[in-house]
């Protein structure tokens, strides 16, 4: 598993995206230069901002590159992914559901062939749907979206890495195995995300991976693992400016019996991301 080069023409975006700087900001404007479109370098800037919280500023920089000229139906379905992974934070699946339902709609669901781009965004919408389906209580509509998801990585296991898509896969396998009660499968699926992560330069992916793992700990009664685990992710994600993920960690601790460890980042949390745009579910 390997990430996208980090070149000349994207290192800022990408290194914040999903690479070793996630909390930097203010975020340089990405400026696309050759081989790169306005709307990929735009959606690079969205991810940056959506992984610190910060709403309103990504969705802006969606809506404008929506109305670019050189948007393809590739980057419409990247973008469509992207805001439903923003709602789903926000306790929104039924609306998150309609996003990734059009970011399907724009790659289709494919042919042997298809390029490694085409699979990455039906990879991001496939696992999205899982993850809406799995929100809403609809666990056989998840399992349906994540083996279909399965299939296409299997297709693609060579000369593709597919790192990013290979990790969503396993969260939200785990989550699912979680939810249906079978935690020694969430477990698997959790340290299997860690052992890909291990091969990722982005900061961000590994720090909710290792979120995966303490709520994957919880569900067999590792209680001890899973506390411990969740206080690392924490403790990187206030370095780190990564608000989304720190509340979730936070949420996890309440969870696990250190309410008043947590309740007050909670609400700290909550306040800063209502301020960036965005409220959370529970809060």
Known sequence: MKVRPQNSRAADGQSIAWGATPGRFPIPTVTPTEGESSAEARWLRAVALGGQGRYSLALAELNVAERGADVTRVERSLMASTTASWLRQ?????????FDGAAIAWVGMGTAGDSPLVAE??????TGLGADALGTGSFGAAEVALSRCESLLREHRHGCGLWRQ????????????????????AVRHALTARELATETIS??????????????????????????????????CSEHGLVPLRWAAAMLLSGLGEVTVAAPIVDECAALLKQRGGFLAGT
């Open 166 to 185: 290979r990790l969503r896969f396993h969260w939200v396998r785990a989550e699912l195995s979680m939810f249906s009660g079978d935690g020694p499968s």
């Open 90 to 98: 926000m306790g929104e699946h039924q609306k998150a559901a309609r």
């Open 121 to 126: 965004a039906r990879c991001d919408a496939l």
């Open 203 to 236: 900061l961000r992916h590994v720090t909710k991976t290792e979120l995966i793992v303490a709520a994957a700990h919880s569900s067999v009664g590792n209680v001890e693992g899973s506390r411990e685990g969740a206080y690392r992710v924490l403790d990187a």
